[in-house]
């Protein structure tokens, strides 16, 4: 069964270091998810991307962040100048077309920042 | 501001025993409201979903309502087994043109003990 991966699955970065998530949605797939989970906190929107473009985004997903669909498989999330507090859990989602509802998560890649 | 409340924050509950979960929203315009399951440490896997018009909707032991005039959901889990220990996240999304803008609740923690 086809399913949503991300890389890697810990990253480790210094402070005011870049870093990019990686993601490989599912092929047929046209909308992509990012979204973050810090430790013991609810999971929480940052960005969706459509059409190679983002369509809507949360105010965490401020000038630090970028994503990008380099290619025909992959989707990525940049955050230019980590801080601590962006140590959390990162997932990629992703969807069908706009009249299907589920998404599709990845395993998440855990970002701690020190 | 778009919520969402889950209720209990936790439950714990003996094998073969059902429960039931609960989930209050105040998200417009509403869109679907999906239920998902969190393993430790993994993404999220979805349960089920549901859109206006529906009001209940099973997926083997799970079955999901909806009262779209009080805006509540439940989840019913019957028989419990070991391994539906995990989180239950209700996720309520608004529309907006094409896109769906999710809010997560901060989810039930179920144990099922032998």
């Known amino acids: 069964e086809p399913e949503v991966t991300q890389t890697p699955s810990h990253q480790v970065t210094q402070m005011g270091q870049e870093v990019i998530l990686r993601c490989v949605p599912i092929?047929?797939?046209?909308?992509f998810y990012w979204y973050r989970q810090i430790l013991g906190q609810k999971v929480e929107f940052l960005v969706s991307f459509y059409n190679n473009e983002i369509s809507e985004k949360s105010e965490i997903f401020d000038d630090q962040f970028s994503v990008e669909r380099p290619d025909g498989s992959n989707f990525t999330l940049k955050i230019r100048s980590t801080k601590l507090e962006d140590s959390a859990m990162y997932f990629c989602?992703?969807?069908?077309?706009?009249?299907?509802?589920?998404?599709?998560f990845g395993p998440g890649t855990r970002l701690t920042v020190t | 501001k778009n919520q969402v409340e889950q209720s209990p924050q936790s439950l714990i509950i003996l094998e073969g025993k059902n429960c039931t979960l609960q989930?209050?929203?105040?998200?417009?315009?509403?869109?679907?409201l999906r239920w998902y399951k969190q393993d430790t440490g993994r993404g999220p896997v979805s349960l089920t979903i549901?859109?206006?018009?529906?009001n209940t909707k099973s997926n083997g032991r799970y079955t999901a309502t909806l009262d779209a005039d009080t805006k509540q959901s439940s989840l019913h889990i019957t028989a419990s087994q070991l391994s539906d220990s995990a989180s239950y996240i209700c996720?309520?999304?608004?529309?907006?043109?094409?896109?769906?803008?999710?809010?997560f609740g901060r989810g039930t923690s179920l144990i099922v003990h032998p």
């Open positions: 989602a992703s969807r069908v077309d706009r009249g299907d509802y589920e998404q599709y």
């Open positions: 989930c209050n929203y105040t998200v417009s315009p509403f869109s679907n």
């Open positions: 996720v309520v999304s608004s529309a907006s043109g094409g896109s769906y803008i999710p809010t």
């Open positions: 092929s047929n797939h046209l909308y």
């Open positions: 549901m859109t206006f018009s529906e």
